[in-house]
């Protein structure tokens, strides 16, 4: 029988101690990467030792705030780049395209028909647009420059992070210390809350406080997409019943011909298959509450597990529904909503399967 060991609580190969400078096993300690006492003696050489290990980061609080005051004020910026320019201008064309050559062709927008499939694809094509915006717009989180990681919880117990899987590093580069789940992020220069990916096609940051809006948006683009395939191959096709213009005759002919109405067809074929695929992914990431970056780090950890005899368990995977309730809201009716947000927290603490809350 296999006993399920959480992750923290794996013994690393000798080999692969994850932290520089500690790679002698604490006596006394199984988890030399883990132990608190060890950290403690490394972090004096690297940072002024203070009462409180987060007064360290206090000269750079200033530094913070400012750096906060610019993201805020650079966040329009974004839309200066040219991935962003090129998916608004992608999901225009393709708006386009499907009302007035697609739908014309298949339904006829002068009908009711036509017209009823026209207003519900203006309607999908707004959310995407206002998701997308919500994404690029939306700060992702950085770390609080008041954030201070209580060492005294350190200082009297070393089971602390094992308990809680938490473990209180320090980012080389912003000289701040990291909330669990943090990671620096090398495009935006800075530690970024709940950190997914950078995601160079909303110039931005998928973290903590527009991971929802990103989700969101996948949701409604894979839908687009899908629609807008399904009007492409029947506008092709003309297998609606109704009488139709001799295809070579149709507006969408004359104007672009026929290569470009297969090439459309491709693209958005294709683009429902590429975002319902990631659509799904990030469906299976929102049930486990995981991260893009904590995947991969569970890969290993699992990895690890297996080769000591033991099973490995997301330490913040607290059951699917409550999962999804922390992502997108505990009330369901806005789960579809970009801009609900109201019940994502500071993304300093987190619930975990030993510790819910
Ligand atoms: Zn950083
Ligand atoms: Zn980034």
Known sequence: MVRIVPWWQLQWPNHMQPINGLSDPCPGHRFAHLCSKKIEQLLPRQFPPRGRLGESASPNKQALESSARSTESMKYHRF??????????????????????????????????????????????????????????????????????????????????????????RCDKCSVYKPPRTHHCRSCRRCILRMDHHFIWINNCVGLRNYKAFFVLVAYTTMASIYSSVAVLFARNGIHGKPTKPFFLNSFTLLFGLQSMILSGVVVVGLSMTLGTLFCWHVYLVVHNMTTIEHYEAIRAAWLAKKSGQSYHHPFDVGAYKNLTLVLGPNMLKWLCPTAVSHIKDGITFPTAHFPR
Do not use: M
């Not at 393709?94 to 009823?116: C, K, M, N, P, R």
């Open 80 to 169: 200066l780049s040219i991935p962003v320019l090129v998916v608004l201008a992608t999901v225009g064309s393709i708006y386009y395209v499907t009302v007035f050559i697609f739908l014309e062709d298949w339904l006829g927008l002068q009908s009711s028909a036509g017209s009823l499939n026209a207003l519900i694809f203006t309607f999908l094509a707004s959310l995407c647009f206002v998701s997308f915006f919500a994404c690029v717009l939306t700060d992702p989180g950085g770390v609080p420059s008041s954030y201070v990681p209580d060492v005294e919880d350190h200082a009297t117990s070393d089971q602390q992070p094992i308990k809680t899987g938490i473990q209180r590093k």
